[in-house]
């Protein structure tokens, strides 16, 4: 863990007046210590950072922590770690907002707990250069293999199967895993905001809507491109669809440091009203990405948050008419350097496959 990141969270006590924190959040572990396993608990107290995980990451947990070993749990987990805070004089301890309940039953009769809410969090909303960086790969991944796919998206082509090839070809480009369960939605179906992958077909004149995402080092990509497959009568979605690309880059120009996050929403939100839309368009604007697909920022109408440097987070405004179809249109942007900077390229004025 970076000596800049145990500072703040040691500010971060002393004004809570706790003693330490006990972090089990494994996405917040991973930030501050780069273990990628899948059990661990970390304390960071005033004086001191304990590591706790089981012997089936002995090795890799060693190779993270230069000054001190790792404590390898073998039996009884929470036992061991209680044993430890207490031998360090813990009694006012900090967990977690958002800690499972369990994890707030073995420990409540040993210690003072305090809910903490958003304090490794907060850390995460600006990314360093190098977790730049990886959020940057994971889009090119995600774009890499989306061209390799293309291909596929035609009429009588299954959901199912689109999705099938896209997320091989994800793994070939490097994916260790799937930020989320990739969504292809034609006709009907793209109406559904998250809708699930089917055996539908793709017919002529559906909207077809694809959603997706991929991995580097843990950190996350999403995007979504939506086209129309040709047929008689798209007029009305050919529209649509101009709204939503329109209401897009408005958003996106919108973005900058210092900008309120509401107001980045409120630039897509009037224009998809202003043409007759807006019962149709519920959703955020967008969301944070990171170590997770969707984490802060909050791009929406009741964000109370503004543009930080460092931030990266989606456009992705969206309409959708039951019995019609949907179209969302989702890039990535980052603030670096005080600059805006779209990481998605793919094209996405309107293509009529």
């Excluded at 987990?77 to 309940?101: D, I, M, N, Q, T």
């Excluded at 630039?267 to 807006?278: N, V």
Aim: charged share 30%.
């Amino acid at each position: 863990m970076s000596m800049d990141k145990y500072a703040y969270i040691k500010r971060g006590l002393a004004r809570r007046r706790l003693d330490g924190i006990l972090i089990s959040d494994m996405t917040n572990i991973r930030y501050l210590t780069g273990f990628p396993g899948s059990t661990a608990m970390l304390f960071i107290g005033r004086d001191n950072v304990l590591f706790f995980t089981d012997f089936r990451y002995k090795a890799e947990s060693e190779m993270l922590w230069d000054d001190e070993e790792p404590l390898i749990i073998r039996t009884d987990y929470f036992k061991e770690v209680r044993k430890r805070l207490k031998s360090l004089g813990v009694r006012h301890l900090g967990l977690e907002y958002g800690a499972p309940y369990h994890v707030f039953e073995k420990m409540k009769k040993h210690f003072g707990l305090k809910a903490v809410k958003g304090l490794v969090e907060k850390m995460r909303l600006e990314k360093t250069a190098g977790e730049l960086h990886k959020i940057e790969l994971a889009v090119k991944r995600a774009e890499n293999a989306f061209i390799r796919t293309k291909r596929e998206i035609r009429v009588g082509a299954k959901e199912n199967r689109i999705a099938l090839a896209l997320e091989v070809n994800l793994k070939k480009e490097g994916c260790m895993k799937l930020p989320f369960d990739i969504i292809v939605a034609s006709g009907k179906n793209s109406a559904l905001p998250h809708a699930r992958v089917t055996e539908k077909k793709l017919e002529k004149g559906d909207l077809v809507l694809i959603d997706w995402g991929a991995e580097a080092d843990g950190f996350m990509s999403d995007m979504t491109r939506t086209f129309l497959m040709r047929g008689d009568n798209i007029s009305e979605k050919k529209r649509i669809y101009n709204t939503v690309l329109k209401a897009n880059k408005l958003a996106i120009d919108a973005v900058r440091e210092g900008e309120k996050c509401s107001d980045i929403d409120s630039a897509a939100r009037s224009y998809i009203e202003e043409r007759g839309f807006g019962d149709h368009f519920s959703h955020g604007t967008g969301h944070g990405v990171g170590l997770n697909v969707h984490e802060g920022p909050s791009i929406s109408t009741r964000s109370a948050q503004t543009v930080r440097d460092g931030m990266v987070f989606t456009i992705e405004p969206g309409i959708y008419i039951p019995g019609v179809g949907g179209v969302r249109i989702e890039d990535m942007v980052s603030v670096s350097g005080g600059r805006r900077k779209c990481l998605t390229g793919l094209p996405k004025n309107l293509e009529i496959l």
